[in-house]
């Protein structure tokens, strides 16, 4: 089975702070896809990145950096120099190969409050 | 492209009623799923559909709810009777392939009173 686990509930920072939202999954899949989606105050879910198991290079795009890890099966994603637009619960997701049949099964989120 | 559509955006309506949700996929998009977001529960993969046929239902709560999928462009999420406990935001998402981004609609705010 699939299961994508956010242990930090909420997170508060004060503007310019660096935060790191952690998110450790499991599957039995050897092929799966990683996604971190935002969700501002609006409610729109919003793509922020997809990522495929066989490719563990760390990616950064702007202030935005994700870390792969299959060794401890965890797809962290920091946000440096926070800002107070960042505030938004960011979820974690998980589309496992062929047994999971892609299905995209979010995390329970983390809601990150940035304080100016 | 006018991304993932839904409507209506917001409904209200009385316990007992039906209540049809509606969504249309981005062209071209194999994969079509239906999720609710409720506090409690998070986001539950309801059903989702590949070239309109429906592979996986097992989220569905329960036979008050019904998904059907007629063509390429168009979804339904019906729940009949409907009752309080179904208030939730639902989401309906597609996707070019199989693992490739998921794109998702606005949502459809459901109160049932």
């Known amino acids: 089975a699939q299961k994508v686990t956010q242990a930090q509930t909420e997170i508060s920072v004060v503007e310019k702070e660096d935060v790191t939202l952690d998110c450790v999954y499991e599957t039995r899949d050897t092929t799966y896809y990683l996604f971190w989606y935002k969700q501002p105050p609006s409610g729109e879910l919003v793509f922020l990145i997809r990522r495929n198991s066989f490719d563990e290079q760390n990616e950064i795009s702007g202030r935005y950096s994700w870390n792969f890890q299959k060794s401890t099966s965890s797809f962290n994603f920091t946000i440096t120099a926070s800002q107070v637009v960042d505030s938004a619960v960011y979820f974690c997701a998980l589309s496992g190969g062929v047994d999971s049949s892609y299905k995209l099964i979010f995390g329970s989120g983390t809601r990150l409050l940035v304080r100016p | 492209d006018a991304g993932v559509i839904q409507s209506p955006r917001h409904e209200v309506t009385e316990m007992g009623q039906e209540v049809t949700l509606r969504c249309k996929p981005i062209?071209?998009?194999?994969?079509l799923f239906w999720y609710r977001q409720t506090m409690m529960r998070g986001l539950e993969l309801l059903i989702y559909?590949?070239?309109?046929?429906?592979?996986?239902d097992s989220g569905m709560p329960e036979d008050r709810f019904s998904a059907k999928m007629p063509n390429a462009s168009f979804s339904t999420l019906k729940i009949q009777p409907s009752e309080p406990r179904d208030s939730a935001v639902y989401f309906c998402?597609?996707?070019?392939?199989?693992?490739?981004?998921?794109?998702f609609g606005s949502g459809t705010r459901l109160t049932v009173v």
């Open positions: 559909f590949n070239n309109n046929v429906p592979i996986d």
């Open positions: 998402a597609s996707s070019l392939r199989a693992g490739y981004g998921y794109t």
């Open positions: 062209s071209g998009h194999d994969y």
